[in-house]
């Protein structure tokens, strides 16, 4: 018998399956990326283009007394942005699978232009990741969430290409955000952005700041959140963040998601992880009668279940109430 199909769709992309290689180091390397793609990653997404980088691309063209006008700079001076199309040229000729642009910033000026860019030089796609913490006392939800609808608008505005936002899980009404972002212009979202927590080291007394490695548990606040937003949202949903296993991916598609991420365990463990989840993943849908992904997706989200309070309120009730004191500790 045939094996189910793992083809899907996102952001406007048809993808050979829903696992995707998220930002990450490995998109500097377009060798590395070949080796992923030739694993049968279903799309890549690029290392992302720092706002901060092209700020001091600008910063240090004034010192040097250069012009600063998009066209002047990319003439005189190889900068971040240079850098990254060169990268994302040769992504797209040796990959073979779409390739998503990443920019991360926070503001709406400085990079509307760089967008552009990276669409001239062949994105499939873009995933904005606006990695913002707000800091300030001074500075209001409603202004946090003002920014990002700016940015989108802008977004929207400047790009003839689809893109996906990637965001924070701090946000109070999440579904209500979504849908005024996807009314200026978002065709999708990633979810969830990873803050790297920083650590204190006690013997040298200072800060440090280093990756945590991701495990499966991670994915659950992403599936918690995707099995509420099916059905709520018409853009696309990518799950980010822990997936180890094809049994980490086959529980996000069936809350809903129409793409998962995967990073870190990539980096640990190499390409050929990538071919071990696909397998499994078609594995198990043979297994259980699926012709196709799109069969399973979204079975678990939260308007085709008969108990949907499971994944609200009741949930939170039912782990206290279950809870029991381990025998061994409380002795």
Known sequence: TDMPSLATQYLGLKLANPLILGASPLGREPLLAQRVADAGIGAIVMHSLFEEDLLEDVTQRQLLGLPTDPDSQRALFRGSLDRYLKQLEKLKKSVGVPVIASLNGVSASGWMEQAKALVDAGADALELNVYYLAASPAESS???????????????????????????????????????????????????????????????VRLIHRPIRSRSEDVLMALHWIAMLRGRINGGLSASGGVQHADDVLKLLLAGADTVQIVGAVLNEGPGLVSDILAGVGEWLDAHGYDSVADLRGRFSENRISDPGAYERIHYRGVLDNWRAPGEAWR
């Open 142 to 204: 409603t202004a946090v969430e003002a920014r990002y609808i700016e940015l989108v608008r802008q977004l929207r505005a400047t790009l003839r290409i689809p893109f996906a936002v990637k965001l924070s899980s701090q946000f109070t009404a999440l579904p209500h955000f979504l849908r005024r972002l996807e009314a200026e212009g978002a065709s999708g979202f990633v979810l969830f952005n990873r803050f790297y927590q920083p650590d204190i080291d006690l013997n040298g």
